[in-house]
């Protein structure tokens, strides 16, 4: 009979205080022993801590001592971790009791996989799907699948291959991810999850969304996440413009890049122009800004990147649809915008690298 697999959990947090109660009362009910458990915190200033020590004393807490963003607490989880597989949690995370079981199952089933993600539903609308993974849009973005479908509706059973893996709660092989690099401390936040899944599929490995296995998804971050919000996030508009470029830069081959630049202009100047509609055009400028500065080290890691190559992005990278979020969504300006995309990307994706 195999030995059973050991897994650490490592929950990223961050003035997690209002959101751990519930996600480690669901760790803890998981009916797949976990071996260790690790709070791995961003310096937060709140209650986080003695939340941990009441709710899980078992547990590890890891203190980083300043906050860089959930890239550098979800690589200290899988460094720090004494097991091959980690199941990194981000703290507004509620998962079901079988979660980790199915994860599991799913790993033992395919010894190819180094990625396994749960399908999350909206904590507050559960029978509608949040994230269960996506394609690569050549225009730097997820093409994700489901997004805001209700589960009845929603495509895919089983177990199913996704390109890429959204990070509220992934299952990894420690090993693989730390020698590719793990997590870009350089995004802070947004667009690490779609770098992360892009740098795995290059290499040839595979990543998992398995569909039966629910994790009801919180709040979201304040002051980025717009779930529900009317007015779009200034520091959400800064990441956006400078990670996509970030992801790229580093990413995509030379050739790649020349002759998806239209489809990559078009995109860019929409997306000015929403956030000049929106108030957040400072943020759109400061990103770029700020994009321009890490440039240097961002082409340091390019050369990493592309000599662990074994895909090509034409096999990976697809034309569409754009997915918007329901404030953004409808009418014919997206509908132009993802003809134009894909039109541009059916000609030229031949020609890609």
């Known amino acids: 009979m195999d030995e059973p697999l050991k897994v650490t959990v490592a929950v990223c947090n961050y003035n997690g205080a209002e959101h751990l109660p519930p996600c480690l009362e669901a760790l803890l ?33 890891v203190p980083l001592g300043v906050n860089e963003g959930p890239c550098p607490a979800r690589n200290a989880g899988l460094e720090r971790a004494r097991n091959e597989w ?22 033992r ?24 993974g996506g394609r690569f849009h050549y225009a730097g973005l997820f093409s994700l699948r489901n997004f805001s ?10 177990t199913v ?30 667009f690490e999850d779609l770098d992360l899944s892009y740098r795995l599929r290059l290499a040839g490995h595979a990543i998992l969304s398995v569909e039966d296995a629910l994790v009801l998804h919180r709040g979201g ?28 830069t580093k990413c995509y081959a030379w050739r790649t890049l020349l002759v998806a630049a239209p489809g990559l202009l078009v995109y860019e100047l929409v997306w000015l122009a929403f956030t000049l509609r929106s108030g957040t055009f ?42 918007l979020s329901a404030q953004l969504r409808g009418g014919l300006a997206e509908r132009t915008l993802n003809g134009l995309l894909r039109a541009w990307w059916t000609l030229v994706r031949p020609l890609a690298g």
């Open 161 to 190: 291959d996704v390109d890429g893996a959204v990070s509220v709660v992934l299952l990894a092989r420690r090993s693989v991810l730390l020698e590719l690099g793990a997590f870009d401390g350089d995004y802070f936040i947004l």
């Open 221 to 248: 971050t304040g002051g980025i996440s717009f779930r529900g919000a009317i007015l779009y996030p200034r520091r959400r508009a800064f990441f956006h413009s400078r990670n996509r470029w970030i992801y790229l």
């Open 149 to 158: 479908v209700p589960i009845a509706e929603a495509e895919g059973r089983g």
């Open 29 to 61: 009910a998981q009916t797949y022993a976990i071996d260790e458990l690790l709070v791995v915190d961003n310096a937060s200033t709140d209650a986080s801590e003695a939340v941990v020590r009441e709710r899980a004393p078992n547990a590890t807490w």
């Open 282 to 323: 400072g943020g759109w400028w400061e990103g770029k800004r700020d994009f321009f500065a890490k440039l240097p080290g961002v082409r340091a890691r390019r050369r990493a990147i592309q000599g662990s190559r074994r895909r090509r992005d034409r096999e990976l990278l697809v034309g569409g649809p754009l997915t």
């Open 109 to 132: 089933a395919r010894p190819d996989a180094v990625l396994l993600q749960p399908r999350s539903v909206f904590a507050d609308d559960p029978d509608v799907v949040h994230y269960d």
């Open 86 to 107: 980690v199941l990194l949690v981000d703290n507004d995370a509620v998962l079901e009791p079988d979660v980790l079981a199915k994860l599991v199952a799913a790993a």
